[in-house]
């Protein structure tokens, strides 16, 4: 049993609990955020990967939905690194805060109501059990930037996420793609899309309707740099372009680099882990792990210290040179 932030203050996990009557159960009226916290063996440490990025993007969300978040993005960042404390996490971790609208009367509205923050934490290791996974295309259509906003991640659009993927498991396969209303790819039920094609590497922008994606950033700025060096183009794909793709991944702060070895039972490249595939999943294992010095203000320690980390400052100092930790998968 640990402890969940609740409203304003930390609570044991079974008191952070909203009534059935919550608007954010009835009505999905909120947001969230998703963030991974990286043990490190040798370090004896607790990573917290881009956690500024990622409580900016959830006052973010809050924002496109209406709502204005009960702390500044600093003040979450100290939460999540407290809660971690406070748990003692010593394993991969996974943290999810959420802003909802807490309030239980009946109508569903974003206007004059109380928000407030969630946030909770988990073990968490591996989102797909297999090294790679088949996708299919979905027959739902990725929820619409103008109807539900997709460039946030408001709570009530998982259920389009949701749908999608018990189709793709219905019928046997891993995972879901989507296409948007006009029928490009836009995301996975919860991850981008990349393809890579004579030596390029493609994704699409988040105008098809797809989540501003951090884990995509992270792999788009290792991607172009060495000792990757890959050339990438952001710009709209067509399904049948993943067909004849020769390498296809899916990312996120969950899935991390997620192979596909299939699609709609279509053979992508070899039909296993891709070559470029492997060296950007290992690329960001790297960093996410902190083996990588230049990318060490993108990493907050957990344990030990004040909570005011780096999390509030974003060219911070690297962390002393130390031997590369040791791979653990
Ligand atoms: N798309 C959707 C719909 C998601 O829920 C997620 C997970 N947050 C992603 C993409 C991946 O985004 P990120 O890399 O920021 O976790």
Redesign the pocket.
Known sequence: MGVTWHRNAFVDDAKATVSVRAKAFNYGLGCFG?IRAYWDERQDQLFVFRLRDHVERLVESARILGLESPFPAERIAEIVIELLRRNRCRTDTYVRPLIFVDSDALSPTLTDVPVSLAVYSLPFGRYFSTPHVHCCITSWRRVADNAIPARA?PTGAYLN?ALARAEAKRNGFDEAIFLTESGEVS??????VFLLRRGQLVSPPSTAD??E????RTIIELARSAPLSIDFVERSISRTELYVADEVFL????AEVTPVGRIDHRRIGSGGVGKVTRAIQERVAEVTHGRDERFAHWLTPVHGGTTRSRASKPAGKARPARKPAARRR
């Open positions: 998703g991640k996420s995301e996975g039920s919860a991850e981008h797809n989540l994606g951090i884990t995509r990312c996120g702060t969950g």
